[in-house]
């Protein structure tokens, strides 16, 4: 049974900092892209960080370059997004994806909830 579990979220003021992390099983982790997207309410679900399955590239959109950093563990099936400098903009629920571009699969967590505000 393919699993992803987010947590990690939370409630934060601006500036602050916030560590997601995901919990992926059930399938062949490291052959799958990662990423974490956000959907805030009334937006489109939007993508906010991919890295490759050996970890050796990440892309970000320029809405987060420089603040937000994604990493994974292939040892314990894990993606994580480190998020600093966090901005009222960056509320939403952050979800956790993976995909087999070649098989045409993808899976997703639940989300979990960030909400930044004073």
């Known amino acids: 049974q393919v699993q992803l579990v987010e947590s990690g979220g939370g409630l934060v003021q601006p500036g602050g900092s916030l560590r997601l992390s995901c919990a992926a099983s059930?399938?062949?982790?490291?052959?799958?892209?990662m990423s974490w997207y956000r959907q805030a309410p009334g937006k489109e679900r939007e993508l906010v960080a991919t890295i490759t399955g050996s970890g050796g590239s990440t892309t970000y959109p320029d809405s987060v370059k420089g603040r937000f950093t994604i990493s994974r563990d292939n040892a314990k099936n894990t993606v994580s997004l480190q998020m600093n400098s966090l901005e009222p903009e960056d509320t939403a629920e952050y979800y956790c994806?993976?995909?087999?571009?070649?098989?045409?699969?993808?899976?997703w967590g639940q989300g979990t909830q960030v909400t930044v505000s004073s």
């Open positions: 994806n993976a995909n087999h571009a070649g098989y045409g699969i993808d899976y």
């Open positions: 059930g399938f062949a982790f490291r052959r799958y892209v």
